[in-house]
């Protein structure tokens, strides 16, 4: 299966629920010692599908007992700054920095392993889940980048299956290993500890 090939909203929803919804998935059954991350990747074109999917498929995951967790890193990245009191700061100084300054800007106050993450487990302790979903990876680029988010989840997020929803491609390559390419032309960065839930066989 092609990564950046596009698929309707039908295609992305029956694939996704039939997968969630799997014994083997929710088991862990088939990927060894690893933990249990999965990215899936989707045409960059299809986000407003892709956001559109969660709540569809948290409602219908519900139904067969299947309780998703879902989590846009943009909603929780604005939950964060508003948390520490730094919102209209922030929004203030945009217009009067440089877009590099006001991006490491960003990234010091959202920082993955002091912030983002302590943000996300706390959401986990408060409500039961089966699977973390995340979503809304493209629109934190540059200053949250998603192999970031999945080392410093590793300790964390070990016990439920995490799916990372991915605008782009996941490459596994001899030559350069496996790779995150953003919108299908940024290399995020090399991760390898996920599995391309593209892939994945019930």
């Not at 809304?136 to 200053?143: F, H, Q, R, S």
Request: hydrophobic residues 40%.
């Amino acid at each position: 299966m092609d990564d950046m090939q596009r698929k309707s909203e039908k295609d992305h929803f029956d694939f996704l629920s039939t997968v969630l919804c799997s014994q083997r998935f929710l088991l862990k059954m088939g990927i060894g010692n690893e933990v249990p991350f999965f990215i899936y990747p989707y045409h960059p074109k299809e986000q407003n599908i892709i956001n559109g999917l969660v709540s569809s498929l948290e409602i219908q995951l519900k139904k067969s007992g299947v309780v998703i967790l879902p989590i846009n890193l943009y909603d929780l990245s604005i939950e964060i700054i508003q948390k520490r009191g730094i919102w209209d700061r922030v929004l203030s100084s945009e217009p009067n920095v440089k877009k590099t300054d006001f991006n490491n800007l960003l990234r010091s106050v959202l920082d993955t392993e002091k912030h983002l993450v302590p943000a996300i487990a706390q959401k986990m302790q408060e409500s039961p889940f089966d699977i973390l979903l995340l979503y809304g990876i493209g629109e934190v680029y540059p200053y949250i980048r998603s192999h970031t988010v999945l080392n410093n989840l590793q300790s964390t997020a070990k016990e439920k299956p995490t799916v990372l929803m991915f605008p782009g491609r996941y490459v596994h390559s001899m030559a350069k290993g496996a790779s995150l390419e953003l919108f299908g032309r940024l290399q995020d960065d090399r991760y390898y500890r996920a599995f391309n839930l593209a892939h994945y066989l019930v």
